[in-house]
């Protein structure tokens, strides 16, 4: 039973560079969460979709960020460009709607240098 | 502006005995609550939940209590395991939205 999976677990980037970050969700959610944590601010929810439709974006911090859910099982968050204060933990979640608990992938470890 | 707020960042405790993390918030629309629990380099994991219609919840060694006057609620564990040291989140949640409003998070250390 695969839970919420994310790639890449560990990424190292040069500022400027772009990142892309990738979610596949548990099958048969229809909703899919990107969360940042940070030590400031916990976790910040950044974007969410439901049936591959972008609901509310109004946490994405700026225009470098985007994200896209092209299918049912798939979901990128990218950053263009990378900037050092996006360092930070991204989370992958998705749920069934109408069911009240969220399941989170393990994250991806963003450092941009 | 914080909605959910765990106002103390670190709590530590002996083994056995009990432990108490806090969580505030402030929309008395909230009608549903969540802990989630989270080991380092892994994600959140759901722990115990609890609907505004109860004050009490309970699974195991966990048990949830919501004071909807207060707009306050508390996890207790008991009793408290060296395997609990983790960081706690709550969050709050409006049935018929997709918003789950997570705090800050607290994390435990339960002391041998």
């Known amino acids: 039973d695969a839970g919420v999976i994310q790639s890449p677990r560990h990424e190292v980037t040069e500022m400027g560079q772009e990142v892309t970050l990738r979610c596949k969700p548990i099958s048969g959610h229809n909703s899919l969460f990107w969360y940042r944590q940070t030590m400031m601010r916990g976790l910040e929810l950044l974007i969410y979709f439901n049936n591959n439709v972008p609901i509310d974006d109004s946490g994405m911090p700026e225009d470098r960020f985007s994200a896209k859910m092209p299918n049912a099982s798939f979901s990128t968050l990218k950053i263009q460009p990378s900037e050092p204060r996006d360092s930070a933990v991204y989370f992958c979640a998705s749920s069934f709607s109408g069911r009240n608990t969220i399941y989170f992938g393990e994250g991806s470890w963003l450092t941009v240098v | 502006d914080q909605q959910v707020k765990q106002n103390s960042p670190s709590l530590s405790v002996q083994e056995g005995r009990i432990s108490i993390l806090n969580c505030d918030y402030t929309?008395?629309?909230?009608?549903?609550f969540l802990w989630y629990k989270k080991y380092p380099a892994e994600g959140p994991t759901f722990l115990i939940s609890i609907s505004s219609i109860k004050d009490k919840n309970e699974d195991g060694r966990f048990t949830v209590f919501l004071n909807k006057s207060a707009k306050h609620l508390s996890l207790h564990i008991v009793p408290s395991q060296p395997g609990d040291s983790a960081v706690y989140f709550c969050?709050?949640?409006?049935?018929?939205?997709?918003?789950?409003?997570f705090g800050t998070g607290t994390r435990l250390k339960v002391l041998a």
């Open positions: 969050a709050a949640f409006l049935s018929g939205t997709y918003k789950y409003i």
């Open positions: 929309n008395s629309m909230f009608d549903y």
